[in-house]
């Protein structure tokens, strides 16, 4: 089984710009919607993603936290125009930038469209408990704060968060 170990952070600031390695335009859609999520209906998220020239299909067990089941599988690119047009709820957008620190990488995605504003870097783990560069531009951890994950922001995009969802901290009440 695969299986995906990912901690998710908002920017403290922008310093991480200077070290881009290079940057992607990704488009994904949800095959499986966030209102199947949540209300139990869906033990998984399926997701069509384009990346250039390349396209496939990602499989995760609908749980929070940063350890989950994934599977992916390469599909034609017209496949997955085809799925988002037709079987997605909504296209979310997004440059994907790729930024390594101490031979770490992290993905770093720039959300676009209703999503604009929202930054959130992603680290992948060989274990849960594995140690990673904390570079000063690594601000909040969000990996179990469900508005964060993609399938969610298409559902209920950055554009209509409140302040509070904004601010809002993993445990505890939102900031005033």
Wanted: include cysteine; proline fraction near 5%; charge should be negative.
């Amino acid at each position: 089984m695969g299986l995906e170990i990912e901690r998710k952070f908002l920017l403290a600031d922008d310093g991480w710009r200077e070290r881009i390695e290079r940057t992607e335009r990704m488009a994904q859609g949800y095959l499986i919607g966030a209102q199947a999520l949540r209300d139990g209906t869906a033990k998984s998220s399926v997701r069509a993603r384009i990346a250039g020239d390349r396209a496939w299909l990602n499989i995760k067990s609908a749980q929070l936290g940063i350890a989950r089941a994934e599977f992916e599988y390469v599909v034609p690119v017209a496949d997955a125009e085809a799925m988002l047009a037709s079987l997605c709820d909504g296209v979310l957008a997004k440059q994907r930038h790729y930024v390594t620190v101490e031979g770490v990488l992290f993905e770093i995605d720039e959300f676009e469209g209703d999503n604009a504003g929202l930054v959130v870097a992603e680290v992948e783990l060989p274990a849960v408990d594995a140690p990673f560069p904390r570079p000063s531009w690594l601000g909040r951890e969000v990996s179990t704060l469900a508005r964060y994950y993609n399938v969610n922001l298409i559902a209920y995009p950055y554009a209509r968060w409140t302040r509070e969802e904004r601010d809002a901290v993993d445990g505890e009440p939102p900031a005033c």
